[in-house]
C-alpha cells in the first residue's frame, strides 16, 4: 500500500509529537500520567490536523499497552464486540476512538459499562467540543483535554522534520517556502504534510519553490500564526463587531469563520451574543439563533451559510442590552462573597405563612422574598436601549412602587 507520508510521521513516543506543550511538556498532565504508568480513560478534541491520534497513538507505545483503533462511525457493533472480547482475554484494553461524538446509542449501551468497570480504558477522539455534541453518560466517565491550534513555528518544525524522511531524499526546499506552506495549511499539520509531499513529487529536480506551490495550491488559508490574530481573536473580533452594530464586519468575521469551516465556534459565540449582547432588548433573538443552528446543521456547508447570514444581520442590527446577565454577575458575586443569610420563613417549602400570589388581586402581593442582609438589594437595572425593555423598566418600577407601599 502507498501511505501517505503523514501516516509514516505518525509519532512513536510523545517526545516526536509536534505542539500540545501545554499537556505534554515537562511536568504537563499528560507526560506525567506516561511517567507514572498510569492511563485514564479520556477525549481528546481540537481541529482537524492538530494531534489527535498522533497524542493517542504516542500515548499508548509510550506505555507498551494493548490497544485497538475504531471510528465510531465507519465500526459497527460486532467490531466493538470483537473489542470488549478481546479485552476480556487480556484482562483490559486501550481503545482508541475516532469521532467519537457520532457514538450511538447501541455502541454506547455496549462500552458504558466497560469503562465503568475499566476493562476498557478510552480514548476518544474528536473535532467537536465534548461539552456540546459527546453524550453526557460517555462523557461524565472521560477526562476531557483541548488541543490547541498549531501555530506556524509548530507546522515549520513538523516540515523540517518531514524533509529528512527517506520518502523525501533529496529534496531542496527554502524558508520562504516552507513558511509558504505553514501559511497555506494553517494549523493543520497533515495537510502541511501532504502538501509538502506533493510539491516534493510534482517537481522535476526535487526542488520545492514558491512558483510551485503556487501552481499547486494558491487559495488563501486564514492561519493561527502567533504573529498574526489566532483564533480566539477571531471569534473576539466577531462578537465585538455584532455588539458594537457593525453589520459588515459582522458578515466580514462570520465569512472567515466559514472559510475554515468552524460551525462550532459559530453556534457557540451567536448562541452567547444572543443573550450576553442583545437579550431583554430582543428576546425573540435566542430562538430565532436555535432555529438558524438547526438549519444549519441541517444542510451543511456550503448552504450552511445562508442561515448563518440571515441571523447575523439581524443580531447586528439588533437593539443590544446586558442588563439581565450584569445584575446576575452581581447576585452571584454577592453569593461566591458569602453574603447569604437564611432564606426567609415566608417562602421555605414548609412554610405556614406564605401568601400565593394568584390569590389576590393583579396576582400580587407584597411579602419577603430575599434574606434580611439583602432586603433593599437591588440587582437588576433595566435600560432604555428598546421598547420592550421599557416596558420591563415601567414594571419594575411600578412593583418597586407597590413595595414601598406607595
Excluded: W
Aim: charged share 25%; proline share 5%; glycine share 6%.
Amino acid at each position: 500500500m502507498n501511505k501517505p507520508l503523514a501516516l509514516k510521521l505518525t509519532p512513536n513516543s510523545i517526545e516526536e509529537v509536534i505542539g500540545q506543550k501545554h499537556l505534554l511538556g515537562h511536568g504537563k498532565v499528560l507526560r506525567n500520567l506516561i511517567e507514572n504508568q498510569k492511563l485514564f480513560s479520556m477525549i481528546l478534541y481540537g481541529p482537524p490536523g492538530i494531534g489527535k491520534t498522533s497524542i493517542a497513538i504516542a500515548i499508548v507505545k509510550d506505555l507498551g499497552v494493548r490497544y485497538r483503533f475504531l471510528n465510531a462511525t465507519i465500526h459497527n457493533k460486532k467490531d466493538f464486540d470483537v473489542v470488549v472480547e478481546e479485552a476480556k482475554m487480556y484482562d483490559g484494553m486501550v481503545l482508541i476512538m475516532d469521532e467519537i461524538h457520532r457514538l450511538n446509542k447501541d455502541k454506547q449501551d455496549l462500552l458504558l459499562p466497560q469503562l465503568e468497570s475499566g476493562l476498557i480504558t478510552l480514548i476518544g477522539m474528536t473535532t467537536s467540543n465534548p461539552y456540546f455534541k459527546i453524550n453526557p453518560a460517555i462523557r461524565s466517565r472521560c477526562h476531557i483535554f483541548e488541543l490547541k491550534p498549531l501555530d506556524s513555528d509548530d507546522i515549520i518544525e513538523g516540515l523540517k522534520k518531514a524533509c529528512n524522511h527517506s520518502d523525501l531524499a533529496g529534496i531542496k526546499i527554502d524558508n520562504k517556502s516552507l513558511k509558504q506552506i505553514a501559511n497555506l495549511a494553517g494549523n493543520d499539520l497533515r495537510y502541511a504534510y501532504n502538501l509538502l509531499e506533493l510539491a516534493y513529487f510534482s517537481s522535476n529536480n526535487k526542488k520545492v519553490d514558491l512558483e510551485l506551490l503556487k501552481t499547486i495550491n494558491s487559495k488563501p488559508i486564514i492561519t493561527s500564526d502567533k504573529d498574526e490574530s489566532d483564533h480566539y481573536d477571531l471569534l473576539s473580533a466577531f462578537q465585538k463587531s455584532i455588539r458594537g452594530s457593525d453589520v459588515d464586519a459582522s458578515l466580514h468575521y462570520l465569512a472567515r469563520l466559514i472559510t475554515i469551516g468552524d460551525l462550532d465556534s459559530i453556534y457557540r459565540r451567536i448562541s452567547v451574543i444572543a443573550y450576553e449582547d442583545i437579550g431583554l432588548a430582543n428576546p425573540d433573538i435566542g430562538p430565532r439563533v436555535m432555529a438558524a443552528i438547526s438549519a444549519s446543521e441541517l444542510v451543511g456547508l456550503p448552504e450552511a451559510r445562508i442561515p448563518l447570514g440571515d441571523i447575523v444581520v439581524q443580531m447586528a442590527l439588533s437593539p443590544k442590552s446586558n442588563s439581565s446577565h450584569i445584575a446576575l454577575d452581581h447576585a452571584i458575586s454577592d453569593v461566591e462573597t458569602g453574603r447569604c443569610d437564611d432564606i426567609p420563613d415566608t417562602i421555605k417549602i414548609h412554610s405556614t405563612i406564605y401568601k400565593y400570589p394568584h390569590d389576590y388581586p393583579n396576582h400580587f402581593v407584597i411579602q419577603q422574598y430575599l434574606p434580611n442582609n439583602l432586603i433593599t438589594k437591588k440587582y437588576f437595572k433595566p435600560q432604555d436601549t428598546s421598547p420592550n425593555e421599557r416596558i420591563l423598566k415601567q414594571i419594575k418600577e411600578k412593583l418597586d412602587r407597590l413595595k414601598e407601599g406607595k
